[in-house]
T-cell receptor, first 112, second 117 residues
Framework: GQQLNQSPQSMFIQEGEDVSMNCTSS?????WLWYKQDPGEGPVLLIA?????ELTSNGRLTAQFGITRKDSFLNISASIPSDVGIYFC????????????FGQGTTLQVKP | NAGVMQNPRHLVRRRGQEARLRCSPM?????VYWYRQLPEEGLKFMVY????????ESGMPKERFSAEFPKEGPSILRIQQVVRGDSAAYFC???????????????FGPGTRLTVL
């Protein structure tokens, strides 16, 4: 099945550092979503992007919808220990299929 | 303002038994989606349902798996004659209706962790 290539696979950073992760696809998406998942829990929606070139922020998080509509990135500024978790990108094609395609996830660890 | 609710949170079954997973969408949401997640992997789409209708079941295995979203009550994902390979976390998501199209944002429940012995 179709996959999104998400990188990096894991990151281990110092508290206060900025973080960047991205997703790429061979096909076009009309919607990009970024989720965070804590152990034993479901994914929590962080940011939704609907237009090519769109740049959206949610607190210390900023995400962009790539101009080609085949990629997206997520930045976290001034990381804190509670940022620890797995971050997933997900894309949605046009129409009403409702089928989200997920990346493999980026595991973030923050050292206090 | 309750979110998506799933039960049970943990389910243990022996090979050959049936597993029933339930999902209640967020209030006002009329679209339900089921995903499966294996350890260390992303979520994989299984099925998309509206009330009394299956819209897209392209991710459902052809045998033993079925899903429904009745007019009244929660959505049910049913796995018959479970095998060890069915062990996974199963997540339900819901989204609101905007016009005649489901809004892209999907909100997830806490999941049901199925273990097949």
């Amino acid at each position: 099945g179709q996959q999104l290539n998400q990188s990096p696979q894991s990151m281990f950073i110092q508290e206060g550092e900025d973080v960047s992760m991205n997703c790429t696809s061979s096909s076009i998406f009309n919607t990009w979503l970024w989720y965070k998942q804590d152990p034993g829990e479901g994914p929590v929606l962080l940011i939704a992007l609907y237009k090519a070139g769109e740049l959206t922020s949610n607190g210390r998080l900023t995400a962009q919808f790539g101009i080609t509509r085949k990629d997206s990135f997520l930045n976290i500024s001034a990381s804190i220990p509670s940022d620890v978790g797995i971050y997933f990108c997900a894309g949605l094609h046009s129409g009403n299929t409702g089928k989200l395609i997920f990346g493999q996830g980026t595991t973030l660890q923050v050292k206090p | 303002n309750a979110g998506v609710m799933q039960n049970p949170r943990h389910l243990v079954r022996r090979r050959g038994q049936e597993a029933r997973l339930r999902c209640s969408p967020m209030k006002g949401h009329s679209h339900v989606y089921w995903y499966r997640q294996l350890p260390e992997e992303g979520l994989k789409f299984m099925v998309y349902l509206q009330k009394e209708n299956i819209i897209d079941e392209s991710g459902m295995p052809k045998e033993r798996f079925s899903a429904e979203f009745p007019k009244e009550g929660p959505s049910i994902l049913r796995i018959q004659q479970v095998v060890r390979g069915d062990s996974a976390a199963y997540f339900c998501a819901s989204s609101p209706l905007q016009g005649s199209w489901a809004v892209g944002e999907q909100f997830f429940g806490p999941g049901t962790r199925l273990t097949v012995l």
